[in-house]
């Protein structure tokens, strides 16, 4: 038929410690790229000239206090932190199991440590921008963008290999 494959279960590894059991949630990365219209004479209508990634962002909420992850915030480097996000998506046809991994570097912009209540659940919110990014499904790499490096390779193939080599590096 072609159903598509549903999260099942995920991990969160921040610099190879599994949050196991602690995180119930994880925004992935928005990925978008930088567009400007350009028009001019002679053309009917406008193009989209891409001008390379926007910003990007990982967002996760611990279920409470996890110390390991508040001690990175304030890092001083923009790669400070890993965060990889193992998933496992699942087919409703088959049953197969894709293994979905997501990992990121960067550096904590805000913890929204929420409310405190006696007697109420908590919920603490980090959001970090990321100067890297790479997607894999089933140990294939599907998407790496490295922002300090120049880096951008989508399946397999680097996509700015010559604007890197047209400005020497």
């Given amino acids: 038929m ?25 925004t992935l990365p928005k990925l978008s790229r930088k567009m400007e219209e350009y028009r001019a004479g002679g053309m009917s209508g406008p193009v989209s ?22 001690q990175h915030y304030g890092a001083s480097s ?7 996000f193992a998933g496992a998506y699942q087919e409703d046809d088959d049953g197969t199991v894709a293994a979905v991994e997501v990992v990121v570097r960067g550096r904590y912009k805000e913890v929204d440590m929420g409310t405190a209540k006696m007697g109420d659940d908590t919920t603490h919110k980090y959001t ?32 700015n290999d010559a604007v890197r080599r047209a400005i020497g590096m």
Wanted: charged content about 20%.
């Fill in 2 to 26: 072609g159903l598509p494959r549903k999260l099942k279960d995920f991990i969160l590894f921040q610099d190879g410690t599994s949050y196991m059991g602690q995180v119930p949630e994880v």
């Fill in 78 to 84: 923009h790669g400070a932190v890993q965060l990889r």
């Fill in 49 to 70: 000239v891409d001008f390379g990634n926007e910003a990007i962002q990982l967002e996760w909420s611990a279920g409470g206090l996890i110390a390991s992850a508040l």
């Fill in 128 to 159: 970090m921008p990321c100067s890297y990014y790479k997607l894999m499904i089933d140990g294939a790499t599907i998407i790496e963008l490295d922002f300090m490096s120049g880096t951008e390779i989508m399946g397999g193939v680097s996509r």
